[in-house]
């Protein structure tokens, strides 16, 4: 009896760890086939001239589910600055990418800021602070981790305290 005990405990042990490993290696290769799927990168950009400036930080990763799609999210935060405004936006956005052929890239990013705006006219200072959501649709030309190309606006009206113009370019980077 004693024997039948010991014999089921080193099954039982064996089992266990057999289990366990098989699970643990399933487990640690869907972790690294996600995070091969992975890339980082975003855009950062600095203007400066006439007493004017803008400086805008946007890390963003996105999942390639094959070689034709990808998406995912960016952080963005810009501060500018000129000899009458201040403004600071900070928000997020989510990338959509298709990639019909390897050079060719076509794009759609929902992006919501939130904007703090200081205008001084000469009754004083005008504080606004608002939210201002855009819907871009764009097309580049890709080269390795980098695409080059233009976006457009679809939500862009006449009085955008945001984007002077619907039309936007871009350079992406991804690693």
């Known amino acids: ?3 039948l005990s010991i014999r089921s405990l080193k099954l039982f042990t064996f089992g266990m760890f057999l289990a366990t490993t098989c699970f643990t290696t399933t487990a640690q290769e869907a972790e690294n086939t996600f995070w091969n799927n992975v890339q980082f990168g975003g855009g950062l950009g600095v203007s400066f001239g006439n007493g004017n400036f803008s400086g805008t930080l946007a890390p963003s ?3 390639n589910f094959n ?3 990808a998406m995912g999210p960016s952080l963005i935060f810009s501060y500018q600055s000129g000899d009458f405004f201040k403004s600071t936006l900070y928000g997020g956005s989510w990338i959509t990418l298709f990639n019909p052929i390897p050079e060719i890239q076509l794009s759609a990013e929902i992006e919501q800021l939130r904007v703090n705006q ?3 006219f000469i009754e004083g ?4 602070n608002f939210w201002n959501s855009a819907l871009f ?4 030309y890709r080269a390795g981790p980098v695409t080059i190309g233009l976006r457009y606006n679809l939500l862009y009206q006449d009085n955008d305290q945001v984007y002077a113009t619907a039309w936007n370019p ?3 980077v991804y690693f």
């Open 67 to 69: 070689e034709y799609v």
């Open 1 to 3: 009896m004693k024997s």
């Open 61 to 63: 990763a996105i999942y």
């Open 137 to 140: 649709a764009g097309a580049g």
């Open 118 to 120: 200081e205008i001084e």
């Open 125 to 128: 200072t005008e504080k606004d």
């Open 170 to 172: 871009f350079v992406r």
